[in-house]
C-alpha cells in the first residue's frame, strides 16, 4: 500500500455518517504503527489479546481509549482493569460479574458490551439473542456496581453472501432493541459492529461503532 496510516484513517473517518466512532483494531500490528495512526489523530484502539494491550498501554500516550475486543479469558480480567476504557466482549454472565468486581477492587467504573453470537460460524463467542434477552430481563445488570452496560457488539458471518451478512446485522440491532425494551438501564447507546470488509452494511443496519484493522493498517501477520 502506498498511502499512510494516518491518510487511511482520514479517508474513512470522512466516510463515516456523524456519531460513528471508529476503532482501530490494532492487534498483532507493531507499537510504531500506533503511533503513526496516533500522529494522524486516532484515539481510539481496539486490542484482542490483554498483554498485548497491557504492553502497548505501557508504550503510547496516556490519552489513548484502549478497548477490548477479544475473548476475555476470566484470569486475565485483572491486568487489563487498569487500562481499558471499554469492554466490547461480555460474553458469558461469569466473566460479567469477574470484571464487575475487578472495577470494584481498583475502584473503578467500567464500561462494557454484552457480546451477542448470531453468525452461523459456530466456534463464536457471545450470547444468543435468546439468552441475552434473558439476561436483559434477569436484573443482573442493574445490580452491577462498577460495570455500565453501554450496549451490544456482534460480527456478522464470514461468508460472500450479502443478504445474510445484513440479516445477521439486523439481529445484532434488534438484539440492542431488545436490551433496551427489557432493562431499566439508561446508558444504553452503543451499537458495535461492523469490520473492515463489512463496516458499510453495518452502519446501514444501526451501528455506531465500527471495528476496522485491516484497511487501516494492512494484514496481520500472526
Ligand atoms: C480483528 C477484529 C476486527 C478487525 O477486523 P478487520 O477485518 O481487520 O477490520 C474487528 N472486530 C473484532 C472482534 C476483531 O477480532
Known amino acids: 500500500m502506498t498511502s499512510t496510516i494516518g491518510s487511511r484513517i482520514n479517508d474513512i473517518k470522512a466516510s463515516l455518517p456523524a456519531g460513528v466512532t471508529l476503532v482501530a483494531v490494532s492487534k498483532f500490528h507493531p507499537v510504531e504503527a500506533l503511533e503513526e495512526a496516533y500522529a494522524g489523530g486516532q484515539r481510539v484502539f481496539g486490542e484482542s489479546r490483554a498483554n498485548e494491550l497491557v504492553a502497548k498501554a505501557g508504550a503510547l500516550p496516556s490519552d489513548i481509549e484502549w478497548h477490548f475486543i477479544g475473548h476475555l479469558q476470566t484470569n486475565k ?49 457471545g450470547f444468543s439473542p435468546e439468552e441475552l434477552n434473558e439476561l436483559a430481563a434477569s436484573g443482573v445488570i442493574e445490580s452491577l456496581t462498577n460495570v455500565r452496560i453501554r450496549g451490544v457488539m456482534g460480527m456478522a458471518s464470514n461468508v460472500d453472501d450479502e443478504e445474510r451478512i445484513k440479516d445477521d446485522f439486523r439481529r445484532i440491532a434488534e438484539s440492542f432493541a431488545d436490551l433496551k425494551r427489557l432493562s431499566t438501564l439508561d446508558s444504553l447507546d452503543t451499537i458495535s459492529m461492523g469490520m473492515s470488509h463489512d463496516y458499510r452494511l453495518a452502519i446501514d443496519a444501526g451501528s455506531n461503532m465500527v471495528r476496522i484493522g485491516t484497511t487501516i493498517f494492512g494484514e496481520r501477520e500472526y
Not at 487489563?80 to 460479567?96: A, F, N
Open 77 to 125: 480480567a485483572r491486568t487489563i482493569m487498569p487500562h481499558v476504557t471499554l469492554i466490547h466482549s461480555i460474553d458469558s454472565e461469569r466473566l460479567l460479574k469477574l470484571v464487575d468486581a475487578e472495577a470494584k477492587r481498583i475502584n473503578r467504573t467500567v464500561d462494557a458490551l454484552l457480546q451477542v453470537h448470531v453468525a452461523r460460524e459456530e466456534t463464536k463467542f
